[in-house]
């Protein structure tokens, strides 16, 4: 998908992991109920992909050197 191609063959700096979270985000659409409104789903939802994103990143770091 999208997210996959923006993120092959990249450095994992700052502007490209945003890009990549906004990317990861852009065509959620929860529901709201009592429990949690869709904005906060869509937020919590950007920081688990922030979150995978950075390990994945370290990881690849790890096996390259």
Excluded at 18 to 28: I, P, W
Excluded at 30 to 40: F, G, K, N, Q, R
Excluded at 44 to 59: I, Y
């Amino acid at each position: 998908g999208k997210l996959e191609e923006a993120l092959i063959g990249q450095q994992p700096e700052e502007r490209l992991l945003r890009k990549a979270c906004e990317l990861a985000t852009a065509g959620l659409t929860p529901e709201s109920d009592l429990h949690a409104s869709a904005d906060y789903r869509i937020e919590v939802a950007g920081v688990m992909a922030r979150r995978v994103l950075n390990r994945a990143a370290e990881r690849a770091k790890s096996l390259s050197q």
